[in-house]
């Protein structure tokens, strides 16, 4: 079996998963919340199945932007996750000397990049950051989507999707719903022949 | 209680409600969809709560090429509800003769369509057709809004939703999961003070 692959987001109803200026501040409405893959900054606690997810992934593919924007969290969240940053610019020096072991910069295309992951015996990535899931849909090369969507409508933003080569076709594996308003799906993707 | 309005549309995964071009054959893959309102021409016989939506309006605002679209079918679908067909270019006359009684061609803003039909008592409208929902939704004037999700990514097409001149809070009601992979969602709008 290759690497899985797995995009866990949320966004708004019509399909941002940030403003047009990066903001989460509609996650729920209270501006503080740093990342939209775990809106659970939420005063209920409630994780969404957050931990869950992160239980069974052991590696990430996180997007540049992403990856600089969770470093000026100061706390890094994924601690224990083998993570590689997709770029052709970021050196990796620029990377800070305590993350170092755990977080690769590499430069490829998203085959190879997972390969890199499947050589080293990873078995389950999650694929993060609004570029890097559109290249990886883009290739065919993503396993599931767990999408949580957030019951406001926001008008403008960076969207979730972006344009495809085909299809693609889903199977709806799970829905469940929160008492904030939260709709999360799960799906499968179906992957066509002409890709494996 | 002025009228209630509101939408109860299919879109794609990604948040289309229909390709570039129009078309809907990502609907159920068939080719033979004819509107994305109702899905319920799939060979399951299952019609999405479609009915019971139906029996709970007595009225319509349909965007015009929706309108001209649907006239191409022959047999009009929407038999003892109101219409009105917002238009600045159509004259009646071009509603065809066994429909003018129940539909009307107008042109206004949003507020002053819905003011046609508050007037003559109708209680609740459908407002469908992609532009006319953005409208409305712009202009504050949904109060329901149902969507049916296709577990289909298309990658290019019409959007549903559109930009805002502000966040359009939601409240989720209800989630239902079919067989096929549809998820629906209904969602109350949550109208600003500004608004009323």
Redesign the interface.
């Known amino acids: 079996m290759p690497t899985k692959t797995s995009v866990y987001i949320a966004t708004s109803?019509?399909?941002f998963i940030a403003r047009p200026d990066g903001s989460l501040d509609?996650l729920d409405g209270s501006g503080d919340n740093e990342t939209n893959d775990h809106p659970e900054t939420q005063s209920s606690g409630e994780d969404y199945g957050f931990k869950d997810f992160m239980d069974r992934i052991d590696s990430m593919i996180l997007g540049r932007t992403t990856f600089q924007q969770v470093l000026k969290f100061g706390e890094w969240p994924y601690t224990g996750k083998h993570v590689i940053v997709p770029s052709s610019t970021l050196s990796p020096e620029e990377v800070p000397e305590r993350l170092q072991p755990e977080v690769k910069i590499a430069n490829g295309e998203p085959s190879e990049l997972l390969s890199l992951l499947d050589i080293e015996g990873y078995r389950h990535a999650w694929i993060d950051g609004g570029k890097t899931i559109q290249r990886f849909?883009r290739a065919g090369l993503i396993d599931e989507?767990t999408?949580s969507?957030i019951?406001?409508?926001?008008?403008?933003g960076i969207p979730?999707?972006?344009?495809?080569?085909?299809?693609?076709?889903?199977?709806?594996a799970q829905?469940s719903?929160f008492d904030s308003?939260?709709?999360q799906?799960r799906?499968r993707v179906v992957r066509s022949s002409e890709e494996h």
Chains 1, 2 share one sequence.
Request: hydrophobic share 50%; charged share 20%; aromatic share 8%.
């Open positions: 109803l019509d399909g509609w849909l989507i999408v969507r019951p406001v409508l926001i008008g403008a979730l999707f972006g344009e495809l080569v085909r299809d693609v076709d889903l199977e709806h829905t719903c308003g939260l709709v799906s799906y």
